[in-house]
Nanobody, 116 residues
Framework: QVHLVESGGGLVQAGGSLKLSCTASGIVFRANDMGWYRQAPGKQRELVATITSGSSTHYAGSVKGRFTISRDNAKDTVYLEMNGLKPEDTAVYYC??????????WGQGTQVTVSS
């Protein structure tokens, strides 16, 4: 059974930092592309950042230069380091593991709240 468990969310003031973690089990982690997505109240889920199995990264324009995605295959964990947080970054952040377009899994989400 596949499990993706996110942690590291919380309440932070604008300008602050948080580091999210997502630890996977039940998959061959190193073979999966990993991603962070977020969903704010009343909005659709959107891509934040992705990292391929070969460690190539991609960022949404709204977070480029502030967020960094990384992975540790030895720990089956993907990270999202978030700096310079803004109130508009407030959302539930979800981890996604994608082996291919037909085999992907989501975590349960972790809340990030940025106060102004």
């Amino acid at each position: 059974q596949v499990h993706l468990v996110e942690s590291g969310g919380g309440l932070v003031q604008a300008g602050g930092s948080l580091k999210l973690s997502c630890t996977a089990s039940g998959i061959v982690f190193r073979a999966n592309d990993m991603g962070w997505y977020r969903q704010a109240p009343g909005k659709q889920r959107e891509l934040v950042a992705t990292i391929t199995s070969g460690s190539s990264t991609h960022y949404a324009g709204s977070v480029k230069g502030r967020f960094t995605i990384s992975r540790d295959n030895a720990k089956d964990t993907v990270y999202l380091e978030m700096n310079g947080l803004k109130p508009e970054d407030t959302a539930v952040y979800y981890c996604k593991a994608e082996f291919d377009e037909f085999q992907y899994f989501w975590g349960q989400g972790t809340q990030v709240t940025v106060s102004s």
